[in-house]
């Protein structure tokens, strides 16, 4: 069961069309919402009056600044909404928001990230950290590099847009929402909106993706809700796709300078990191120095991160936030150290291996890195026959980079399972499937455990009226998070089951276990699960589950290391990546199926994230360039090279009664990193800026020839 | 009154000139499997066939489908594509998967054996977020089971 490939339960309905998403709900009398959204990145709303849009055809209610929390006169970022309007066709909202009157006041943006900390403008305090003795460190050292890296602006750009259905019903509210965190939209709408908890129900069944950008409560929330009550009608509200790419969020650009110097022999003496990150108005400061603290043993790290506060759009979660930047530019710093004290890069690798948490010393849960290395020595031994395939146009090289995460997971959360009498099992739970195959997983464990088949499993998720508590899609948490709570749910309902057992067939209940839908006697005897679940007639067995706490003193994280092959012309700076070797440590596998689907889809985000994809903001006004789908370009199908996927598939004995690590992240953490140090093995050329354009590579090209003129000994790879 | 030609079936519309073919099959018809993603003809999310060609519905003007047959995801529920696309688990989040299902029937309708690059090539015009193209190629290509 556990361990085998499954196909997604719910596959059929989405490929069916027959899964209903927020975007297909329809409710009778449903209202359509449009927002008026700031045209400059910053100006003040000097005076504003809503009565003709509110007095337009179609229009049911009309509202502005200060209606609810987040729709202010004081726009910060452009496209931030100041006014919203709702009526009984999208068209009618959106032609009654031209005749909203507002005199706008212009103000001057700060839009530059390293003005911005000069300036103190800061979203968060800057977190500094520091190990060892970083002088010292560096005066150690026999080589130092210190290189600037740049990180470009990205959307999460999901398929189905934020959006959501307001309807009030007596003194409580429903909300349909597109969300990773039923849960925490409960908790913090009732704050807003003065409610009992149990007064908001919060539903999201399917949702189109979110990749970190749906984790909670924003404004075209509030302002949903109170549009329904004003009307008392049900109220959607969808951002446009133009609107998506301005407001839902996004991973925020850096500007990085990296340091690490070893000795001869190769180990690291002194790792250390200066993170500007450019987050917009708003977020929160995310760990861009985590990879350079956790990855390697070096006693002598210092590391600062600033959170500039700029009149942007705020930065949102985004798959592995910070470890993505900052694994970039650590991973191509390392390699060009290694070639500079010639050492093999998977050898410095491995030779500065931590067998113990870097920052505090605690011995790890589990890490099967070094045996990620150990898989990946017969991958990089091809890269002498990879290179040899060069001619004088294309050049062809290997890179690699190592991965660390988090994807522990953790307590509280909560599971039930019910047994009926026709011997199936239906797990529910308030948590939500972002996409990754989490239901899937979740009948796989809770089958496991009682004995069943995955097809005699039902998974009941997305409605907080229906099940427990559950944790945010978030942080590749959601498997190792609920799936202990459910295996203990299962458990549960197995004991209750057993207990029944023992006493018809006059049995000690040690005895006894379930298996292929048997329950089976140690000493003989086998009787189906129905000869007891059919006692229970109309009623049902309820197992409960709770997730217990993560092993105490240790340190649960993710592993792994990627390996590119690209071919590089060295004419235009075409650069096409040719193969992608994944190799990942995240525990036991539940459905390995799933799994390598996260890593394919992780990996070709990345490969978008390296190549193509870029919001582009005016540096004059702050307004944003790349607001549709063919101007901010995710990849397509044609772009995706050959993925290899090799999970280590070790259960984490420490972690939980499941033994599994998270998958959401880990895979998109190394592969911009994996393929910057192929192209420098293909051609001698360091590209420190993405995405990789023609233009940066043409220029590292050029910068390569001349170092490689002036040194001729020191000369790169190509 | 014209008549829409919808999987089969004839449904008299009376509606705005302007609206969407998109918009009448989701709102007036029910028919929510074709899914509206940008809106503006860039993802391919909202992709249907009139005659059989893929079209993007979210830009097509339903005024303009005239005596076409439209054939949307509700109408290739049981084609061997969608059974395809679960086994080899071609979707994840499944937004983006209705349309993917309606582009690739048309391909194969038209070439029953694509090769690599001609899958490729037809399926460029659905984007997938979520990055399933390894397994949506895989789909494809073994779509007859």
């Known amino acids: 069961m556990v361990g085998r490939d499954s196909p997604r339960l719910d596959g059929l309905a989405k490929a069916r069309g027959e899964a209903r998403y927020t975007a297909d709900v329809q409710l009778p009398g449903m209202l359509h919402t449009a927002l008026l959204h700031s045209p400059f990145a910053r100006s003040r709303v000097r005076r504003i009056d809503v009565a003709a849009a509110e007095a337009a055809p179609g229009v049911r209610a009309a509202i502005g600044p200060g209606a609810v929390e987040g729709l202010e006169a004081e726009a910060e970022y452009e496209g931030y909404a100041v006014a919203a309007v709702a009526a009984e066709t999208l068209d009618q909202a959106e032609a009654a928001l031209q005749l909203i009157d507002i005199d706008w006041e212009e103000l001057e943006p700060l839009l530059d990230a390293t003005v911005a900390v000069e300036r103190g403008s800061l979203v968060a305090d800057s977190r500094r950290y520091e190990r060892g003795d970083y002088e010292r460190g560096l005066g150690e050292a026999d080589a130092v590099v210190d290189s600037e890296y740049r990180t470009q602006t990205l959307n999460h750009n999901s398929m189905e847009t934020h959006q959501c259905v307001c309807e009030w019903r007596g003194d409580g509210i429903d909300v349909h929402i597109s969300t990773q965190y039923i849960w925490g939209v409960r908790r913090d709408l009732a704050k807003a909106l003065g409610l009992p908890e149990d007064k908001v129900r919060v539903v999201c069944e399917f949702m189109g993706g979110g990749f970190g950008s749906k984790a909670g409560v924003d404004s075209s929330l509030l302002l949903t809700a109170e549009l329904a009550r004003l009307t008392g009608r049900p109220v959607r509200c969808a951002l446009t796709r133009r609107a998506e790419n301005m407001i839902s969020g996004n991973r925020n650009a850096t500007l990085q300078r990296v340091t690490a110097g070893a000795r001869a022999d190769g180990t690291l003496t002194v790792l250390g990191g200066e993170y500007t990150c450019a987050l917009g108005w708003d977020g929160w400061l995310p760990p861009t120095a985590g990879p350079t603290q956790l990855l390697y043993a070096c006693e002598n790290v210092r590391t600062v991160e600033h959170g500039a506060k700029l009149n942007l759009p705020p930065m949102a979660a985004f798959r592995a936030p910070g470890f993505v930047e900052g694994t970039w530019s650590l991973e191509c710093v390392l390699d060009k150290l290694a070639a500079q004290v010639g050492v093999d890069p998977l050898e410095l690798r491995k030779l500065n291996y931590a067998h113990a948490d870097a920052m505090d010393g605690r011995p790890y849960s589990s890490k099967g890195l070094m045996e990620c290395y150990r898989r990946a020595e017969p991958h990089w031994e091809r890269r002498h026959e990879v290179r040899a395939r060069s001619d004088e146009i294309w050049k062809r090289g290997m890179g690699m980079a190592s991965q660390i995460w988090y994807g522990g997971g953790g307590p509280p959360s909560y599971a039930w399972v019910r047994l009926g009498s026709d011997g199936r099992a239906n797990v529910v739970t308030a948590m939500q499937d972002i996409g990754t195959g989490t239901r899937t997983a979740m009948a796989m464990i809770a089958a496991e455990e009682l004995g069943l088949t995955v097809d005699q499993v039902e998974v009941q998720l997305g409605d907080s009226a229906r099940g427990p508590f559950a944790v945010v899609s978030g942080g590749s948490s959601t498997l190792p998070s609920m799936g202990p709570a459910v295996r203990s749910a299962a458990a549960d309902a197995a004991r209750q089951v057993i207990e029944l057992a023992a006493q018809r067939f006059e049995r000690e209940e040690r005895l006894l276990s379930l298996k292929g839908g048997n329950i089976v006697s140690s000493d003989g005897g086998s009787w189906p699960l129905a000869e007891i679940t059919g006692l229970l007639e109309d009623g049902q067995i309820l197992g409960k589950g709770a997730r217990g706490p993560n092993p105490t003193g240790m340190r649960v994280l993710t592993f792994g290391i990627q390996l590119a092959e690209v071919a590089v012309d060295v004419g235009t700076g075409e650069v096409v990546v040719e193969k992608v070797v994944a190799i990942h440590d995240v525990g036991r596998v539940i459905n390995p199926l799933g799994a390598r689907s996260q890593i394919e889809g992780g990996i070709i985000q990345a490969l978008g994230h390296t190549f193509s994809e870029a919001r582009l903001d005016d540096p004059q006004t702050g307004t944003i360039l790349t607001r549709t789908l063919d101007s901010y370009k995710v990849p397509t199908i044609a772009d995706v090279p050959e993925i290899v996927c090799d999970l280590v598939d070790e259960p984490d004995v420490h972690l939980t009664n499941l033994g599994s690590k998270g998958l959401g992240e880990p895979p998109i953490v190394p592969t911009a990193a994996a393929i910057a140090n192929a192209i420098r093995d293909a051609t001698g050329a360091d590209v420190t800026s993405l995405p990789i354009t023609r233009e940066e590579i043409l220029r590292a090209l050029r910068d390569a020839e001349a170092r490689r003129r002036k040194e001729p000994v020191a000369a790169g790879a190509a | ?145």
Not at chain 2, 16 to 35: I, P, Y
Not at chain 2, 44 to 72: K, M, N, W, Y
Not at chain 2, 88 to 93: E, P, R, Y
Request: charged share 20%; with cysteine; net charge negative.
């Open chain 2, 1 to 145: 009154m014209p008549d829409l030609r919808v999987n089969g079936h004839d449904y008299a519309f009376d509606t705005n000139v302007g609206r969407s073919l998109a918009d009448v099959l989701r709102e007036d018809l029910g028919l929510t499997g074709t899914k509206v993603a940008c809106g503006e003809g860039h993802c391919g999310a909202c992709t249907v066939q009139l005659d059989g060609v893929p079209v993007l519905s979210c830009i097509t003007l339903v005024h303009t489908v005239g005596a076409r047959e439209v054939t949307t995801i509700e109408g290739l529920r049981d084609h061997p594509l969608v059974s395809a696309f679960v086994r080899t688990d071609a979707l994840q989040c499944g937004f983006c998967t209705p349309g993917q299902i309606v582009s690739a029937a048309a391909l194969v309708a038209s070439n029953p054996d694509p090769t690599h690059e001609e899958i490729r090539h037809g399926m460029a015009g659905n984007l997938c977020r979520c990055g399933t193209y390894p397994r949506i190629e895989e789909a494809i290509a073994t779509w007859r089971g």
